[in-house]
Every structure is written in structure tokens, then in C-alpha cells.
């Protein structure tokens, strides 16, 4: 769930620069494509173990309702990547996180993390993208960026990261005195 700047900076240079070289080294470029990496794709919904393509796919439908229901929904259906091994999910270029979501690329979800709010969580940070630019979102608070995935994504308390809860509390207040119509206008100008 971090979003590393200068790495998925470098990933895309490289991936324009040297495409074999980047997919050999840059390992989330792999989310291109990633049935060249052993997965299963079924349009945006990727698994590594086929047989679990309905139930991801499930999720992943669930997450793009609910965030809908928010009021902006997303309009393209951005790749998204479940695993189900260790291994897998750092082929991809995971690391201690439980999901994580590269700005072009798509999102990864590792196998302890297979639960609709991993899913949404994952989804609300792409709208973010689409709404603020993969740019502009990076360059958002961190209370606006994380804050908002945990706030609207609702997490199981067993999920919630302490470490979070302030950022979530603190865009929790900023949308009360905001409003929903105003959301992604008022966010631009943070
Ligand atoms: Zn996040």
C-alpha cells in the first residue's frame, strides 16, 4: 500500500527505455502482462492459480461497485494481479506490504490478502489516479492518499493499521467540512 515515487518513476523509463532489460529488473512491469509471468487473466482479474479466477473476480466486481456507490466511479477497469503464493507476489515486485498499487501499472494483491476491503483499498487509490493524474496523486498528503483508502475502503478494526488510523481520521474530517460534491475539486488544490 506504500507507493514508492521514485521506483514506479524509474519503472516507466525503463519500461519506454530498454523493454527487455525492464522486464528482466523492473519487477512490477511484469503487470503488463502478466500471463508471461504464469498468471491467468480474465480481462482486468489476473490469478495465479486458475482455479480461483471466479472468486477474484468476485472481489474485484465488488470493489468497483462499491466505490461507485461513492459517487465517481472508475471508468476503465484497471488490471489487477491476486496471488497466492509468497513467491508470486514478489515476482512482482511486492514487499512486506499486503497490496500495493503501481500508478500504470495496476495492483497487486498477495495471498494473506485475498478480502474485499484489500480490494477496494487497491481500486480507491486508481480512482484516485484517474481523478488527480498518476502525478498528482503521488504528490497528495498522505493523509488525503492513505487516509482516504482506509476511511472508504473499511477495513475489518484487525486490518486497520494503527499507524493509519490518524491519516483516515484526518480525511474523514477534511470530506465532512468539504462534501461529497466538492471532493475532487477541493482535492486538486490540496
Ligand atoms: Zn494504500
Known amino acids: ?27 512490477p512491469v511484469r503487470l503488463l502482462a502478466p500471463v508471461l509471468n504464469g498468471m491467468t487473466c480474465d480481462g482486468a482479474v489476473c490469478v495465479e492459480e486458475p482455479a480461483r479466477l471466479a472468486e477474484a473476480a468476485a472481489l474485484y466486481e465488488d470493489a468497483l461497485l462499491k466505490i461507485a456507490a461513492r459517487g465517481t466511479p472508475l471508468q476503465q477497469r484497471p488490471r489487477m494481479a491476486f496471488c497466492s503464493t509468497d513467491a508470486c507476489y514478489r515476482a512482482f515486485g511486492g514487499g512486506a506490504e499486503r497490496a500495493i498499487t503501481y500508478p500504470w501499472l495496476g495492483s497487486l494483491i498477495a495471498s494473506t490478502s485475498w478480502a474485499p476491503h484489500f480490494a477496494r483499498h487497491e481500486l480507491i487509490h486508481a480512482l484516485q489516479a484517474q ?32 499507524q493509519f488510523a490518524p491519516l483516515r481520521a484526518q480525511f474523514e474530517a477534511w470530506l465532512d467540512g468539504t462534501g461529497q460534491r466538492r471532493l475532487w475539486h477541493e482535492a486538486r488544490r490540496l
Not at 503521488?138 to 475489518?156: D, H, I, N, T, V
Request: positive net charge.
Open 1 to 27: 500500500m506504500k507507493k514508492p515515487r521514485a521506483l514506479t518513476v524509474w519503472v516507466i523509463l525503463a519500461a519506454l527505455s530498454a523493454p527487455p532489460a525492464a522486464w528482466a529488473l523492473a519487477k
Open 131 to 162: 481523478e488527480l493524474g498518476a502525478i498528482g496523486m503521488l504528490r497528495k498528503p498522505a493523509w488525503f492518499r492513505e487516509g482516504m483508502a482506509y476511511a472508504w475502503s473499511e477495513p475489518p478494526p484487525e486490518d486497520m493499521p494503527v
